[in-house]
């Protein structure tokens, strides 16, 4: 058990919906990573908060959005989703340790 | 933007040691090198990281070579269990945090 936790583990949508992925970062972490993996692709780095702010990001979407609350959950937010945005994504956080920890991710499925 | 190569896949016997290269030529002096595995779809699993000494842990061994440009990382008795895609990241500095950037990995299969 990492410590991170995301919810759903599984959902499943149809196209042109919009869907909410959260995540939960280990006790005393800061900072929280996003990733996307496509089936059998690696994993896509999307966006990383930092106490509450944006700080990098990757290749997101402008159909994606993300926030870190003051409890330091974040949130995923996809609208107006595609097939091709069928994935797991991947929360991860990290903080004074040099690792990230990854949670067990959400599997998305857009029908 | 990955800044490191590896072979897509390598297999190895059960209880030999599991030797992954990866090159990370483009690598700068305050980048570290990381580790990690994923087994099936499950999240990421951290093994280890350095930046330019060789390390060890309870998982692994990290050799990281003189001019920084590659990497092995050395699983000493593979079991079925290690059976898994490893990937070899750097870790990019942004500001005064981080991120990782993750490329395609090799896919390990221990053979019994």
């Known amino acids: 058990d990492s410590g991170v936790t995301q919810t759903p583990k599984h959902l499943i949508t149809a196209t042109g919906q919009r869907v909410t992925l959260r995540c939960s970062p280990r006790?005393?972490?800061?900072?929280v990573y996003w990733y996307q993996q496509s089936l059998d692709q690696g994993l896509q780095f999307l966006i990383q908060y930092y106490n509450g702010e944006e700080r990098a990001k990757g290749n997101i979407l402008e159909r994606f959005s993300a926030q870190q609350f003051p409890d330091l959950h974040s949130e995923l937010n996809l609208s107006s989703l595609e097939l091709g945005d069928s994935a797991l994504y991947f929360c991860?956080?990290?903080?004074?340790?040099?690792?990230?920890?990854f949670g067990q991710g959400t599997r998305l499925t857009v029908v | 933007d990955a800044k490191t190569t590896q072979p897509p896949s390598m297999d190895c016997a059960e209880g030999r040691a599991a030797n992954l290269p990866c090159n990370h030529s483009?690598?700068?002096?305050?980048?570290?090198v990381y580790w990690y595995r994923q087994i099936h779809s499950q999240g990421p699993q951290y093994i280890i990281h350095?930046?330019?000494n060789n390390e060890t842990n309870e998982m692994a061994s990290l050799i990281i070579t003189e001019d920084r440009k590659s990497s092995t990382l050395i699983l000493p008795h593979a079991t079925l269990r290690d059976t898994a895609v490893y990937y070899c990241i750097v870790r990019v500095a942004v500001d005064s945090s981080y991120k990782l950037i993750f490329g395609s990995g090799t896919r390990l299969l221990v053979r019994p």
């Open positions: 991860a956080s990290g903080g004074s340790r040099v690792e990230a920890f």
């Open positions: 483009t690598i700068s002096g305050n980048e570290y």
């Open positions: 006790s005393g972490d800061l900072s």
């Open positions: 350095g930046l330019k």
